[in-house]
């Protein structure tokens, strides 16, 4: 009996303890849909098993040409591995190609031809990336092993990871701008740190492990007292973290009623820098009908953002997130009223009439004759005077940047919460989890993955790695360490 007989009989093997299920007449649906659920992961098996073989037996060519080397196929000499499927581990004999007169490794021409990922399937590779792009790496291989039978080891999980995010980015920059795209184009930019392991961190890790006595609960108080945390020292961050710096574009439509969206709400990231960002989001913008629509560019005070807004994206009109002007007047009038008073509150609403009806130059007067009014001596007058100053100092540097009266009356967005909370499913529930400790490469393969997930694009994304042939490396990316420098607190002169 040959190969390809004897596993066409485990197919029909398998398809036959699939239908005897459905003749137990003593057990629950939960036992029989379990069973049945592990059958036909088996039936799956069977199937991929027939198909490999099948595909190492058709006839080829002996003598081909691969990166510029003459190979001869050695049908004689088959290389029999374990393929890694999403029905679970199939094995796998096939021919290898040697190289002509060249002391080169052998060659497999049949996983290019099938698509094959080093020893898995593309499906398994794309599917395990996918969950480790919305968990954690442990809590990801959990689950695909609960639906497909097996999970690759956590090596082999890092390395696909490394494989498929490096070709997240340039997808992620090249894809097209939607058809049915709306008439305004609305930009917005944020931040939010994620820890990174330190190079002490990293160098202790990388140390060799010595077996200790007793209970692993003992072992860990032994690494806690050799290891001590230092106190942290003022403007030290506790979490060592790396700022992403996170970029979301949509559009609105006018519509009958009024405005419709966002609509195609697209997510963009990076740990490089705020300008490596901006320079992503200038053509992807330019491809939405920046510079043709009419666009805006809403985000908090940082000084990084505002310089890259006026270099990359000039002729948007800039906006402050009304809210971060909405909390700097209520720290204002904690400076004037006492906490939870009437007063203060009718305060807050007084400025907020103004930022509302566009009457800036009279809400920095107002906030300046304030400041003027309070005594430079006197229980509290100075760290008062300094609160108040810095806020003024705030409100006049992006005066400029409140269009509040104008955005309201055409029903336009004037607060940030696009990215706010994109900062947050972007960044905060995958990489700001307990204990974790990112590598900088990492992470930033993880950044782009997740931004695929969140814009709905991972189906276009995994037929777009159809059309490539996709190699695992041999090891996973080393971790690359960061240290934060500490926070340095500038201290402001007193304003006369």
Known sequence: MTTIERLERDVHSAMQVVRALSDRSTDTLTAVERDLWHSLLGVGRAIVALY????????????????????????????KNEIGTRFGKVTFCRPIGRAVGMRLRADLPLYRELGLCSAFSLGTVTTLVQLCAVMAFAGARELFAQFHGWAPSTRATLRMVDAVGAQAKDFLDAAEAPDDDGTIIIIQVDGRGAPMISSTEHAR???????????????????????????????????????????????????????????????????????ALFQRLLPIAKRRGYGRKPSYF????????????????????????????????????????PEGSQALRQWVDEQLAKLRKGQIPRLLED?????????????????????????????????????????????????????????????????????????????EMVLHLRCIVLNGLWDSFCKSLECTTLKLAATPVPARTHDAKPQLVHQLPEAA
């Open 52 to 79: 490999l073989a099948k595909q190492a037996a058709r006839p080829r060519a002996c003598q081909y040409v691969h990166d510029g080397f003459a190979f001869v196929l050695d049908v004689h000499n088959r290389r």
């Open 367 to 443: 906030l300046a004759a304030t400041y003027n009014a309070i005594p430079k001596t006197g229980p509290g007058n100075k760290g008062r005077r300094k609160r108040l100053f810095n806020i003024l100092d705030y409100l006049a540097k992006h005066d400029h940047r409140m269009p509040y009266a104008e955005l309201r009356a055409r029903e336009l967005d004037i607060g940030s919460g696009a990215v706010e909370g994109a900062v947050r499913n972007l960044v905060g529930l995958r990489l700001d989890g307990p204990g974790m400790r990112w590598g900088r490469d990492r992470a």
């Open 205 to 275: 890790r990388r140390q060799p492990k010595r077996k200790s006595k007793g209970t692993k609960r003992l072992a860990r108080r032994v690494r806690r007292l050799a290891h001590p945390k230092p106190r942290r020292k003022k403007g030290d961050k506790s979490k060592n973290a790396k700022v992403a710096f996170v970029g979301v574009i949509y559009t609105l439509k006018q519509m009958r009623h009024g405005w419709e969206g966002p609509i195609h709400k697209r997510v963009y990231g990076t740990f490089e820098s705020h300008e």
């Open 298 to 337: 809403i985000a908090d005070g940082a000084e990084h953002i505002w310089r890259n807004q006026q270099k990359y994206f000039p002729d948007a009109t800039p906006c402050v997130d009304w809210y971060h002007v909405a909390e700097k007047l209520w720290e204002a009038a904690g400076c004037l009223h």
